[in-house]
Structures are given as C-alpha cells and as structure tokens.
C-alpha cells in the first residue's frame, strides 16, 4: 500500500529463493571460466598435429560461445517477479469508466484453420466478462474465405443465446466446443462442417445474408477487393441477446489483395485492423489472440486494464503479455511444445526488468501507443468510456468509408509498418514491434493468472514444429542483426538484464554453429583415439563435470519445479538439438542470403489440424517423421554419424585398446557420444525399425546412410 492509503491495482512481487540461485549460479560460472583456462594452457602443438590445432581452437570458440550464452540464460532467471492483480478494486472505482477494448482475430487459411475452430474463438472472446457494449471483436481472414464469413454469420446467431449463458451460468472456459456440446451448438456445427466439406457455399445459404454478394466480384484469395461485414452493430439497439442485453460488436474483415501487392502477413492483417476498428468503435485498448487461442479465463480483459489504470504506474505501461498455453499437448511434450520454461521462467525474468517481450497472441496493447506515440512521464491518459460520437453515420456509410482504410494502396507514402502499427519486414512482426515500443520509453508487463488465460494448439509433428522455430529464430536473429536490438539499442532506457537476455533468443540462429561442432567433432575423435577433454585423473576434470551436473541438474530440477516430467526434460533435450541443428542453421543461412539481398522470408502458417493417424501418433507420443524435408537429412545424418563413431570406439575396445585405456583418456568423449546416441533414438527408429506412415522415408534414409557413410569414411582415411 502506498504511504497516502491508496491501493494499487496490481502489485509486484519478488520470486523467492534468489540468493541460493546466485550463488549457484557464480559457482557455475567460475568452473566455466576454468574451462577455458584449460583450453587456453592445452594448445597442441602444431608441428606436431596442425588439424589438431583447428579442432582445438574450434573446440574453444564453441565452449566461449556457450559459455556466454549460459550467463544469457541466466540473466533471464537473475530477477524474476510475478504480478498480482485486484480486479474488485478495479470494479470498485472504474466500472462504469471501463474504456473500450478491441479484439484481433487472425486467420489466414481455412483448411489448416478450420472455420468451426475459428468461430470457437471468436465466441469465447465475444463471452468476456465485460461490459458488452464497450466490447468490439473484429475476424481478419487472409484468406478472404466465404466459409468463414458463413461460419462467423452463424456465429453471430449463436452468441445471442451463447453470451447470456455463459454470464447466467459463470460458464468457463466460454469456448462453446471447449465447454460443452449442447444441441444448438450441435446443429451450427453440423450446418458449418457441411458446407466446409462441401468447399462452398450452396445458394440457400447465400441468399440469408447480403454480406455473400461481396464475392461475386472476387477472383482468388490474392486477388479481391476488401470484404468487410459489420455482422453486429453495437451502436444498433436492436442488436441484443435473447434476455435483451447488448451484444458485442462483431467484424468481418478481408482486407484488400492485389498480385502487385506484398501483404506483409500478420503484420499487414493487424495494421488493416488497428485501422478499420479506429473508424468503427476505436477502443482504447487493443487485444489480439489467434484463431486457435480460445479464451480461456473471462476475467482476463479485467486483469490486463488492472495494469493499464493503476493511477500510480499505469501510465507507463504499453502492452500486457498473457502466457500462450496449448490444451493438446501430451503428458511428456514430446516436441517440448508447451513452451514450459518460457511461460514460466523466462517472462517472469524479463518482466524482472521492466520489458516481457509482446509475443504476438494473447497481448494487450493501447492503442495510442501502438499507433507510435512516445513515453512521456508528464503525459497523464484520459480513459474514455465512450467512442466520440462524431456524427452517426448509416451502417451502409460505416462500411464504406471503412474499407477503404483496408486498401492496397493505403499505406503508400505513410509510416504504416514503420513507425505505426505493427512493424513488416520481420518473420517476427511481434517481437521486433515490441522492442520498438520498449525502446520509446514505455514499459510491459507480463500477467500469469492462475487460470491458464488462453489455451491454443500447438504443432503435433516434428516438422511442423521446426518450421515455427525456425522462423521464430530467423526473425530474432533479424532483429538482432537490426538497429532494434535491445544489446546496442536505447541507450539509457532498458536494464542491462535485458539486452544480455534478449541475446538468448537473438542469437538462437548462429547458436547452430556450435552445437554442430560440438555434436560431431568429439565424436569423430573419439572413433580416432585422440583425446580432447582432460582424463579422468587430471584436476581439470572438474569443472567440466561441476558444469555439466549442474547445467542439466539444475535444468532437470527447474523443469520439475514448473510441473514437467523426467521425461518430459528429456525430450526437451532432444528439441534443443533438433532446433539448433536444423531449424536455427537455415534460419541462418537464410538470414544471410536475406542480408545479402538473394531471399525475402516468408510466413508459413503452422497446420492447426492434422491426419487421424497422425494424430494417433501423436497422443502416443510416437514421433512424426514421414516426409523427406532437408531437415531430417540434417538430423538423421548426424545422427547416424554418431552411431558409427561410437561402434567404431565398442570395436576400437574390443580389438586393441581395451576399456580401461579408453575410460581413462576419453571419458568425456565417450559421454558425449552416448548421450547423442542415446537422444537420437527415436531417429533411429523412425529409419530403422518403423513400419507406419510416420516413419523416415525409405528414400530420405538411403540418402543419410550414404551422406554419413561418406562422412564417416572421409574421416576415418
Ligand atoms: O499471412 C498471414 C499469416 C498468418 N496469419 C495469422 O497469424 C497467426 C499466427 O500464425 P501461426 O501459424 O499460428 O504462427 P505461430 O508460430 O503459432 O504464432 C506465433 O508466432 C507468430 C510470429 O511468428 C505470432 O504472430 C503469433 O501471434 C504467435 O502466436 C494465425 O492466427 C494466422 O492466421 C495471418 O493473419 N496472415
Ligand atoms: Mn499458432
């Protein structure tokens, strides 16, 4: 409480048990330190073995780079804080000065973004416990698809006997297909998945709405004019719910698409948004969240305006992140896709610092402040209740004159994607946006709730999930090679927790340059028989062994501590090499040809369905290969590459060395080698000894065995 008796609306709190962790954490750092110390007293000689030499020196750039990547990781868990809200308070002193609040819904593909999915968003954001006349839920669809305006027609319907339920019922979560199946439900279920299977929209249907004849002129999803649809006017006294309650504001918006014109994905939809809703109900606060990320906790708009209006430091307050959890990920993560330790850890540690990064979904925004304003203490806000009445226009007249803001052409000659909205350019238009705010002065802040606040879905096959990650590392490593990285951007106004956490996921993409040496370089050596790690009755021994116990005890125990399993932390592992040996090299590669002008970046759009078998697959916790991706090259070579190593040391064993020789010069090698064949196991099944449709293509495995058989033979000569 504040000396004057006032009571905040939220309150920030330190995460317990810091000092253990910084001294375990100095502890770790010193032996890292040793560990350099001794790669820089060992240096071969290079008389006597030049290629030992470069091995050597490889060996020290990789063991500097992740060593300081270490104390990145770190500064992300040196200050975590949580964030408690009071929403009575808030009720209290502001329910009838709540601002407006608009909602984003994203969509870019009915087939991968099924409509019935989409609407189920639509509706449990449409069901937040606020009031329903300051609320306004706008749909962009990218593919400008007449399924999913018909299924958000009928959405419309729905939510009349839909909202009044949930409130009457305190229904949660108030996605209708998460909640329940009722018979209403069922039946505008059943009429939107007959038309999606059908592929278009029969007559019958068209003529129940006039919104359909906005297609008539329309030639593809790249080639249309904006398709806009106000399917409830808020401002209409008629648009009520079946106890005559005000419904939500609900849009239709296909923005404009032309084959001369570059969309700028997300980054395009959202500005065409922030745009089209300042003219139709210009809410003061701005939530975007995906098609698949439900609303899962109704309170949610409250919790974030706690922050946004605490008279105390809500002024300085830009956007509030909320967690993106998964409702389909299986007990073990087999992809390490419930973002665990991110959700849990590392926002908590950024937000430490003032500066949780906008991670697109799920993200408050004001709206002022996304459109480009600077931070100024002096400034106080003025919380509006009502949208300015400037003149009622008809409905017809509002549509008009808003679709023209959704043109092609709008932006020519503005700051549009540069200084206003959303930033293009970027595979990560959120984080890149973010950091800009940050850098004008303003601040984030991360909210947990207790109840997961949205739940989406999360990729169910390995490919899919290294295709997001390589465009999350792609379009960080951008950033980090922009003037918008927090390490050498803004002097003076962000911590230096910051800019060396920020690191941690700038430099993911080079990050696959020492993974790489590490995961193959030892383990050729070792086939060879010459040592690159002290032996086992060298003093040096043991900082390496304090670093790796402690590096994976302590991650194994953090893990636990967020409610993981063993296993769990163990496909983690396996991910973390996956990501850095596939998806963070092309990153990488890609980001250079971009840099030098040979590639643009593209958006792929993760599936959000998927096969029944793979699906299958999936809740078993079988891996999914099933496809000849370069990037399974990449992992089944290595892992194969492996494999071979560490048969040919068994036989190096058997034949002359025997096992006490070897244990005792190479102990870290053959550690090293293990673990790699160990994790790498499910590959092996998948070349090997699967049968289903899930496992490597008979093709893509012929082609590791020769590239790792060449490799290996290469070597070995
Ligand atoms: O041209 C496009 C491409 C995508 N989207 C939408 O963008 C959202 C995110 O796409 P998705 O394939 O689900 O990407 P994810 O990797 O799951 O999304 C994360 O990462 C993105 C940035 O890479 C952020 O924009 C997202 O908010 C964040 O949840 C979806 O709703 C899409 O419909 C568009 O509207 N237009
Ligand atoms: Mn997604």
Redesign the pocket.
């Known amino acids: 409480m504040a000396s004057d008796g006032y009571l905040p609306l939220f309150e920030t709190r330190r995460v317990k048990g810091r000092i253990f962790y910084r001294v375990f954490v100095v502890s770790v750092f010193v032996c890292i330190f040793f560990i350099w110390v001794y790669r820089l007293c060992h240096i071969p000689n290079k008389h006597e073995n030049g290629k030992l030499l470069w091995v050597w020196i490889g060996l020290f750039a990789a063991e500097l780079w992740l060593g300081f990547y270490w104390i990145f990781t770190q500064s992300l868990r040196w200050n975590r804080v949580r964030r408690l809200t009071f929403r009575d308070r808030l009720s209290q002193r502001y329910e009838d000065k709540l601002p407006g609040v608009d909602i984003f819904?994203?969509?870019?593909?009915p087939k991968i973004?099924p409509p019935m999915m989409v609407i189920n968003t639509v509706l449990s954001v449409m069901a937040y416990d606020y009031p329903t006349d300051k609320l306004s839920v706008y749909l962009?669809d990218?593919a400008s698809s007449d399924l999913t305006f018909y299924a958000l027609m009928e959405a419309s319907h729905f939510s009349t006997h839909w909202i009044p339920y949930c409130k009457k019922f305190n229904v949660e979560p108030r996605s209708p297909a998460a909640y329940f199946i009722n018979r209403l439900y069922e039946e505008m279920e059943n009429r939107i998945q007959t038309a999606t299977k059908l592929g278009r929209i029969t007559e019958e249907i068209r003529m129940k709405h006039k919104g359909f004849s906005q297609w008539d002129s329309y030639s593809s999803p790249l080639d249309h004019d904006t398709i806009l649809q106000i399917l409830i006017d808020g401002r209409d006294p008629n648009a009520v719910d079946n106890e005559r309650c005000a419904l939500p504001t609900l849009v239709y918006l296909a923005r404009e698409k032309r084959p001369w014109h570059f969309?700028n994905?997300?980054a395009?939809?959202m500005n065409a948004l922030i745009r089209v809703s300042s003219k139709i109900s210009n809410g003061q606060v701005i939530l975007?969240v995906?098609?698949?990320?439900y609303s899962n906790n109704s309170q949610v708009v409250r919790d974030a305006l706690c922050f946004f209006i605490d008279e105390e430091k809500g002024h300085e307050v830009a956007f509030v992140q909320f967690p993106?959890n998964f409702d389909n990920v299986t007990k073990n993560e087999l992809y390490s896709n419930s973002s665990r330790i991110f959700n849990e850890v590392e926002l908590q540690g950024l937000d430490g610092y003032g500066c949780p990064l906008y991670?697109?979904?799920g993200c408050f925004h004001r709206r002022e402040i996304l459109c480009g304003s600077k931070y100024n203490k002096e400034t106080k806000i003025e919380w509006k209740s009502k949208k300015d009445s400037k003149g009622e226009e008809s409905l017809l007249d509002l549509e008009e004159t808003s679709k023209a803001l959704a043109s092609c052409t709008y932006e020519r000659n503005t700051q549009w994607g540069k200084e206003m909205g959303l930033k293009y350019g970027c595979?990560?238009?959120?984080v890149v946006t973010g950091l800009s705010i940050q850098s004008r002065g303003w601040k984030s802040v991360y909210s947990k709730p207790e109840r997961d606040a949205f739940l989406?879905v999360s990729p169910t096959t390995l490919l899919q999930l290294l295709v997001?990650h390589k465009?999350?590392s792609e379009?960080n490593f951008q950033i980090f090679i922009s003037k918008y990285c927090p390490a050498w951007h803004a002097h003076g106004k962000i911590s230096l927790g910051f800019r060396l956490g920020y690191c941690c996921y700038g430099l993911w993409a080079p990050s696959c340059l020492a993974t790489l040496f590490y995961s193959v370089v030892p383990s050729l050596y070792l086939l060879k028989g010459i040592p690159l790690f002290p032996e086992i009755t060298s003093p040096w021994i043991i900082p390496f062994a304090y670093v790796i116990f402690a590096k994976y005890g302590g991650s194994l125990v953090e893990f636990l501590w967020c409610g993981g399993t063993a296993l769990g932390w163990w496909n983690d592992q396996r991910l973390w090499l996956y990501k850095r040996t596939s998806s963070y090299l092309f990153a990488f590669i890609d980001t250079i040809l971009k840099t030098l002008g040979f590639s643009e970046s593209a958006?792929?759009?993760?599936a959000?369905v998927a096969d029944q078998d793979v699906l299958e697959r999936y809740e078993k916790e079988i891996m999914e290969f099933g496809d000849t991706s370069s990037m399974f090259t990449i992992l089944s070579t290595l892992a194969l590459l492996n494999l071979f190593c560490l048969i040919g040391a068994v036989k190096r064993v058997i034949i002359d060395d025997g096992f006490v020789k070897l244990y005792e010069t190479m102990i870290l090698q053959i550690l090293l080698c293990s673990t790699l064949v160990l994790i790498n196991w499910p590959l092996y099944q998948g070349l090997f000894l699967r049968k289903d449709n899930g496992k490597m293509p008979s093709s893509l495995t012929a082609k590791t065995l020769v590239l790792a058989l060449v490799l290996f033979g290469i070597e070995v000569t």
């Open positions: 819904v994203c969509t870019a593909d973004e962009s990218d969309q994905f997300k395009g939809a975007n995906d098609c698949d990320m993106q991670t697109g979904s595979p990560a238009e959120d989406g997001q465009r999350w379009g958006f792929v759009v993760t959000k």
